[in-house]
């Protein structure tokens, strides 16, 4: 039977059988059921193969010595990277304030995400607060490798080749995950609740509040819930591609964080299994209690997988790209978030819908 880690503190257990389409060993599943571990617990878990909505886990693979834990997933614990010195540094006129949010804190409010942004966004505009109450900020236009690099044997293999991107425009992504109150207001439905959890695998590991997560979303939902809200205000509303993702979330870096390399600060900037899972919180967490990146973002690592607008494929052979959008078709969409390093991808049939899956939105600027 093959092993699958759990990618997420608010995956939920209760889940459908391996996305054959993307395992490159299908004998490896034959049979009934897997077996899931998290880390540093173990939890086992028997899955019989006609559970869940029919929805295929995104999920990406890494080839261990052991053969009986072939195909599986990044995991998102420090072990994620080696502890080290070299966190990025703010520029001097550019100094943001990191330490004026904690765990503990209330969602911070404009003003307050105002003081954390660098001079080059804030020349492009103060944060924005639309009518759902949904804040985004401006993401400056740049350059930056996408991917892992060969050297890193933590990446996984769709990771590579890094390779050149640039960003030629500015764009607005959201300060936040969009969340069960800005949801329920455009869409006036709640998928994470009642009957409809049904459908989704999610069905017990939801906690209700306006400030958490909208989770238990398909592709094709969030897709709707941009048409609908474009429609709303009059300006165009979208998933970001996955490159934007990755490019908002480094906010600058290269290292395997936004914040750096020392995996024993991941705790104030990611909710994950050892400050959430295995402390009896198996939900998505209140959106904004984490500490931001460097570009005012917050829960870019970890609480919940967040749908991209590419179809998913393997990184091609080009060495530089500008505005990539993926591929024309394909069989699964992008996730990213949830797992922890930067250049993690993970990839999922359109109508999967799950309580650790979720998105944030992306804004035309102008």
Not at 31 to 44: D, Q, Y
Request: a negative charge; glycine letters at 6%.
């Amino acid at each position: 039977m093959s092993v699958i880690r759990v990618v997420c503190p608010s995956l939920n257990l209760i889940c459908e059988p391996v996305d054959m389409t993307s395992h490159p060993d299908p004998e490896s599943t034959q049979g009934m059921t897997a077996r899931i571990r998290v880390l540093p617990c173990t939890l086992l878990l028997f899955l019989s193969a006609g559970c869940g909505s029919g929805a295929e886990p995104a999920q990406t693979t890494e080839r261990t010595a052991d053969a009986q834990t072939q195909d599986v997933p990044d995991l998102p614990a420090e072990s994620d990277a080696e502890s080290g010195d070299n966190q990025p540094q703010p520029r001097k006129d550019e100094a943001t304030d990191l330490q004026s949010v904690s765990s503990s804190a209330m969602t911070p409010d404009a003003a307050t995400v105002r003081k954390q942004m660098t001079s080059a966004q804030l020349v492009l505009g103060d944060p924005v607060v639309n009518s759902v109450d949904m804040m985004l900020v401006a993401i400056p236009a740049g350059e930056f490798q996408m991917g892992s690099p060969n050297s890193d044997s933590s990446a996984e293999d769709n990771e590579t080749p890094q390779h050149q991107v640039k960003i030629t425009k500015p764009f607005y992504l959201g300060v936040y995950e969009v969340t069960q109150s800005q949801y329920e207001r455009v869409m006036e439905s709640r998928p994470w609740q009642g009957s409809n959890l049904e459908e989704a695998q999610g069905r017990i590991h939801v906690r209700e509040d306006p400030d958490y997560p909208a989770t238990c979303l398909s592709h094709d939902e969030a897709v709707e819930f941009c048409r609908r809200l474009s429609t709303l205000e009059g300006v165009e509303y979208r998933l970001p591609t996955e490159a934007e993702w990755e490019y908002a979330c480094r906010a600058g870096t290269t290292t395997t964080y936004s914040f750096g390399d020392d995996a024993s600060t991941l705790e104030q900037y990611a909710w994950y299994d050892r400050n959430a899972w295995n402390t009896g919180e198996r939900y998505a967490h209140r959106v904004g209690r984490t500490r931001p990146n460097f570009w005012s973002l917050y829960d870019m690592h970890g609480n919940v997988f967040e749908w991209c607008r590419d179809w998913y494929a393997p990184y091609g052979s080009e060495k530089a790209l500008s505005d990539p959008l993926g591929p024309r078709l394909g069989k699964s969409r992008v996730q990213r978030g949830g797992a922890l390093r930067s250049a993690v991808r993970y990839f999922a049939r359109s109508a999967y819908r799950h309580s650790a899956t979720g998105f944030r939105v992306a804004r035309t600027y102008h």
